[in-house]
């Protein structure tokens, strides 16, 4: 069934939303949002879709970027992850692709250590510097 051929209304206020929700790629997540906003959120939908409305990524390529967003440390969306998986083979990504994703996104965490590392090492100089050695023990 194409967008055309759906019950929703021609000029409705919120055509993305509706035309997420009809190809299964609507996050009840967004209900909340939805309900106290429908504007807001289709404008926020229309702006986080833009990139692949215009066709300039491949739709497997948007769920790479997409599975590295939600497995990100910083969001660690683990249902968006899943769908975002699923969604990667169904359009013929590899295991080893995802993986790839995956491992390619976890250097993030690693970030932690290469900026701490060296505060940890100035701070422990300064320590060292004054004689306060008894909090290095």
């Known amino acids: 069934m194409s967008f055309s051929q759906t019950a929703i209304p021609l000029k409705s206020d919120t055509p993305i939303c509706d035309e997420l929700r009809i ?3 609507w996050n009840a997540d967004w209900d909340g ?3 106290l906003d429908p504007i807001w959120t289709e404008k926020f939908m229309a ?3 833009h990139p692949m409305a215009k066709g300039l990524i491949e739709p497997k390529v948007w769920e790479f970027i997409a599975i590295a967003v939600d497995a990100s440390c910083t969001h660690m969306y683990a249902p968006g992850t899943r769908r975002h998986i699923r969604r990667a083979l169904e359009l013929g990504a590899t295991k080893e692709e995802i993986t790839a994703v995956l491992q390619g996104v976890s250097v993030l965490g690693l970030h932690a ?3 701490a590392a060296p505060m940890l090492i100035e701070e422990i100089a300064k320590l060292d510097a004054t004689g306060n050695t008894a909090a290095l023990a």
């Open 23 to 25: 190809s299964e790629k």
């Open 33 to 35: 949002f939805t309900e």
């Open 47 to 49: 702006m986080a879709m």
């Open 113 to 115: 250590n290469s900026m």
